[in-house]
């Protein structure tokens, strides 16, 4: 079975819009973290931002946010007020485990996002 | 932050060649780090977890003789591909578990060519 589903190979979002990248994901284990990377086309991952399965709060940086609802098993992202250097190619991920980063990270299938001027 | 240098960014070589793939972390002590392998257009797979000292523990699937990983300080992490062929051309990237909020840093990456 997947462990994180992005089920939005494409979208496009108008210049100054905000728009919603899905992941839904799938674990039995209580202490997860989930998160976003953006990898444009010369291929470096970036971290955009991360939420830990117990965290109350849905977490923010900037202009990103991660919706988490953690009953639907569900951590999409919100990115507000798109700009042109956001098109590139989003990935949703998820370490199983206790925190401490060294447990190995499962990526979904990303979702390409192209910015409209 | 926490900087993970890879090198070299691309390369080509001959088939039946062997090429090395380095990762460095430059201002933190890396004691596990990943290989993970991106076809185009694809997902991060990750091929094998490397902690320093120790052997690789590779995923299943991955042929730990033809991609060899070695971990030999806290600092250098290596990904040899030995008798590369062309199916082995591929984007390959390594990252380091750094403890923090993010968790992981991740190198920027080699694109490998094989003809």
């Known amino acids: 079975a997947q462990k994180i589903t992005q089920t939005q190979p494409g979208m496009f979002v108008q210049e100054k819009e905000a728009v919603t990248l899905d992941c839904t994901y799938d674990t039995s284990d209580p202490s997860y973290g989930l998160f976003w990377y953006k990898q444009p086309s010369s291929g470096e991952m970036i971290f955009l931002i991360y939420q830990g399965s117990y965290d109350q709060q849905n977490a923010t940086e900037g202009r990103y946010s991660l919706n988490f609802q953690k009953a639907r098993k569900s951590a999409n992202l919100v990115i507000s007020a798109s700009q042109l250097g956001d098109s590139a190619m989003y990935f949703c991920?998820?370490?199983?485990?206790?925190?401490?980063?060294?447990?190995?990270?499962?990526f979904g299938t990303g979702t390409k996002l192209q910015v409209i001027p | 932050g926490a900087v993970v240098s890879q090198h070299p960014s691309w390369v080509i070589c001959k088939s039946g060649t062997s090429v090395k793939i380095e990762c460095r972390s430059l201002?933190?002590?890396?004691?596990?780090m990943f290989w993970y392998r991106q076809f185009p257009k694809q997902s991060l797979m990750l091929m094998a977890t490397s902690n320093e000292g120790s052997k690789a523990t590779y995923e299943q699937g991955v042929e730990k003789d033809k991609f060899l990983i070695n971990h030999a300080s806290l600092t250098l992490s290596t990904l040899t591909v030995t008798s590369a062929h062309p199916e082995d051309s591929s984007f390959y990237i390594c990252s380091a578990a750094t403890g923090g909020i993010g968790g992981y840093t991740f190198g920027s990456g080699t694109r490998l060519t094989v003809v």
């Open positions: 201002d933190f002590q890396a004691t596990t």
């Open positions: 991920a998820m370490r199983e485990g206790m925190t401490g980063g060294y447990q190995k990270v499962t």
